[in-house]
């Protein structure tokens, strides 16, 4: 595996960690600020808010600079405001860093996903996609898991200094092991903006923020999901987290070959529509005995398929503005955390049980499936665009 590859996939192990640890320990936030867990999700939707709006502007400003240079920048950005979040003294001001710490988030993928393509052999673009994604399943494998035993055994502010001290390491991985890869882009910044013209773009965002909202619908209450409706001790949580990340190290390189064997567009259906069925399956089955470390490691791997292919679609959807659309597509993975959290939990809130969410993710899961397959019928999609096949070879060499 390619250096240049795994300092990307350190950044996305960061990333994961600020993410979705925050899922795990939601109840312990929730006891120290003596708020409501429906209350405490809010830090969240706040972060995903922070993705969708920092995705597209940071993209915009840094286009003409340097991959290299503006991933250590990103990472600098979420080493100050993690930094700061572990500090925050109360609910308010926690809600402030949480959003300052979500800005970076889809600035990097977007750029890291095209330096991929860039990086990656001829024909095997959405793998390297996924090889950066992995660090964000070994951290749904090991951190999560880690962060959350902090979490409930010490404090979850000692986790968020560790995913602080992640992002400097990211930094030092960057810096030793990416390549100087030149921008591509000499115009004017704000041309980038015409991607958004496209009607296309806001199809595909559309498809995006609804359809994984039903991952998020699972994840945002997976830890009362699990003590309250499965029976589990909040001590098996861990263990959880534990089967759940290792189903997405799996999910994330089958999904990655599934893209490149058919199409991005055609395994983005198969893996909407499999969320779906897997989603109405734990509703059903979540309290039978041993059924909760099953579904575990099944949604996990389910869900985290779509990681590369709906990154290659907005790639192939965008020639020219190839990073402006893959940085929004991380917005739009972020309006889904943020619906699928906030609609996930609006049935907690009128009385319904922790499983309840899992219902509202599927119906979010098969709207992702009817607008991916009016994307698929109707063939909006361009041609993928060539790989630069000279810098390929450089790099490799």
């Not at 100087?180 to 199809?203: C, E, I, M, T």
């Not at 070959?257 to 069925?277: G, H, R």
Request: include cysteine; glycine fraction near 10%.
């Amino acid at each position: 595996m390619k250096k240049s590859l795994i300092s990307l996939a350190f950044g996305s192990f960061a990333i994961g960690m600020t993410e979705f640890t925050m899922m795990g320990i939601l109840p312990d936030i929730a006891r120290d600020l003596s708020i409501e867990i429906p209350t405490a999700g809010h830090l969240i939707a706040i972060y995903a808010l922070g993705v969708v709006v920092g995705a597209p502007i940071l993209v915009l400003f840094s286009t003409k600079y340097p991959p290299k240079n503006v991933l250590l920048f990103l990472m600098f950005l979420f080493l100050v405001f993690n930094g700061l979040f572990t500090i925050a003294p109360g609910y308010n001001t926690l809600m402030l860093t949480r959003f300052l710490s979500g800005l970076p988030h889809g600035a990097f993928f977007g750029v890291g996903s095209v330096v991929a393509t860039r990086l990656a052999d001829r024909g095997k673009e959405a793998q390297s996609i996924a090889v950066m994604f992995t660090g964000m399943t070994v951290a749904n494998l090991l951190g999560v898991p880690l962060g959350t035993y902090i979490g409930h055994a010490y404090s979850w502010r000692i986790t968020y200094l560790f995913v602080s001290l992640c992002g400097a390491a990211t930094m030092a991985a960057l810096y030793f092991w990416l390549p100087a890869l030149k921008s591509h882009f000499n115009g004017n910044v704000f041309r980038q903006l015409d991607y958004f013209r496209s009607p296309l773009a806001w199809v595909l965002i559309a498809m995006i923020s609804i359809g994984t909202g039903g991952l998020f619908a699972w994840m945002s209450y997976i830890a009362p999901l699990m003590t309250e409706v499965a029976g589990l001790q909040a001590g098996e949580v861990p263990f959880i987290m534990v089967l759940v990340g290792l189903g997405m190290v799996f999910g994330n390189l089958l999904g990655g070959k599934l893209a490149d064997s058919t199409t991005p567009i055609k395994a983005s259906i198969i893996c909407f529509l499999s969320m779906a069925v897997c989603l109405v399956l734990v509703y059903f089955t979540i309290d039978l005995p041993g059924m909760a470390y099953f579904w575990a490691f099944t949604t996990g791997m389910i869900s985290f398929t779509l990681g590369s292919p709906l990154q290659m679609v907005l790639i192939n959807s965008a020639k020219g503005y190839e990073t402006i659309a893959a940085a929004g597509g991380q917005a739009s993975f972020n309006l889904g955390n943020t619906f699928g959290a906030y609609f996930g939990g609006l049935p907690i809130v009128y009385g319904f049980a922790y499983n309840s969410p899992l219902l509202v993710g599927v119906a979010m899961a098969l709207g992702g499936v009817v607008i991916a397959a009016y994307v698929s019928v109707n063939k909006l999609l361009v041609k993928k665009p060539e790989v630069h096949i000279q810098e390929a070879e450089l790099c490799r060499a």
